[in-house]
């Protein structure tokens, strides 16, 4: 999805910062598509501490003023309430850190740089669980994703006077490599949505520019969902 995200924008014209953690060779394949507006290509692991502070830093000092940010990496990992307790522990420590922790990082970070410059975008890839819930044994997930929501709104009300606009996206099922595999629940997966079938990386990265277009300001702070219908709200 980041790569599609990417690769939509800079056909629009927009110079790309893409970040990778450990595949710097799907990393390097993004750059090499995009071409002269990939600018800049950045390793971080998300899930150390300070790690979306650095990483706002080091794109800087690369690239010079930066005026848009998208939150799009995210991890999922069984949290078992009814599992043992360093498991359990361990996967809300490790989806916090990436889903939540580093994007309110690189947000605060890039929001002591707008403010300076009088203008700036985030868009957030936050979830369908944002709003519904996941299944139980997703509890992590689901609430990283409700804060990365909540973190949204909270900064588009608190910014919009510095010229900042905060948008979210809230997809169900995205066929990527975090989609389900296993016939059974592909099948169930399928089943939930009207539409009847997953959304394509293709479709956030439209979505994704569109909102960074400035064709409609106003929608800062709006919610977008796209779930093929799967939760109406």
Same mark, same amino acid.
């Given at each position: 999805?980041?790569?599609?995200? *990417?690769?939509?924008?800079?056909?629009?014209?927009?110079?790309?910062?893409?970040?990778?953690?450990?595949?710097?060779?799907?990393?390097?394949?993004?750059?090499?598509?995009?071409?002269?507006? =990939?600018?800049?290509?950045?390793?971080?692991?998300?899930?150390?501490?300070?790690?979306?502070? $650095?990483?706002?830093?080091? *794109?800087?000092?690369?690239?010079?003023?930066?005026?848009?940010?998208?939150?799009? *990496?995210?991890?999922?990992?069984?949290?078992?309430?009814?599992?043992?307790?360093?498991?359990?522990?361990?996967?809300?420590?490790? @989806?916090?850190?990436?889903?939540?922790?580093?994007?309110?990082?690189?947000?605060?970070?890039?929001?002591?740089?707008?403010?300076?410059?009088?203008?700036? $975008? @985030?868009?957030?890839?936050?979830?369908?669980?944002?709003?519904?819930?996941?299944?139980?044994?997703? =509890?992590?997930?689901?609430?990283?994703?409700?804060?990365?929501?909540?973190?949204?709104?909270?900064?588009? $009300?608190?910014?919009?006077?510095?010229?900042?606009?905060?948008?979210?996206?809230?997809?169900?099922?995205?066929?990527?490599?975090?989609?389900?595999?296993?016939?059974?629940?592909? $099948?169930?997966?399928?089943?939930? @949505?009207?539409?009847?079938?997953?959304?394509?990386?293709?479709?956030?990265?439209?979505?994704?520019?569109?909102?960074?277009?400035?064709?409609?300001?106003? =929608?800062?702070?709006?919610?977008?969902?796209?779930?093929?219908?799967?939760?109406?709200?």
């Amino acid at each position: 999805m980041g790569a599609a995200i *990417a690769k939509t924008c800079a056909s629009y014209g927009a110079k790309i910062i893409v970040h990778y953690n450990g595949n710097k060779n799907a990393a390097d394949a993004v750059c090499k598509d995009i071409g002269k507006n =990939a600018i800049a290509c950045i390793q971080e692991d998300l899930s150390k501490t300070g790690a979306g502070t $650095r990483l706002w830093a080091q *794109a800087v000092s690369q690239v010079g003023p930066i005026n848009a940010l998208v939150n799009n *990496a995210g991890i999922d990992m069984v949290s078992d309430l009814y599992g043992g307790e360093a498991e359990w522990a361990n996967a809300w420590e490790q @989806i916090m850190a990436v889903n939540m922790q580093a994007p309110a990082d690189l947000s605060r970070a890039a929001l002591r740089d707008f403010r300076k410059m009088g203008e700036g $975008r @985030i868009v957030n890839v936050c979830s369908r669980a944002s709003h519904r819930g996941d299944s139980i044994d997703h =509890a992590a997930y689901a609430a990283s994703k409700g804060g990365l929501l909540a973190l949204s709104k909270t900064l588009a $009300r608190g910014a919009a006077k510095d010229g900042v606009l905060v948008y979210a996206l809230a997809p169900g099922w995205i066929n990527t490599e975090m989609a389900p595999t296993d016939p059974e629940v592909l $099948r169930s997966a399928l089943a939930e @949505i009207p539409f009847g079938k997953f959304a394509e990386p293709e479709e956030i990265g439209a979505l994704t520019a569109f909102l960074l277009s400035d064709l409609c300001p106003s =929608a800062t702070a709006a919610t977008i969902d796209v779930n093929g219908a799967s939760h109406v709200r």
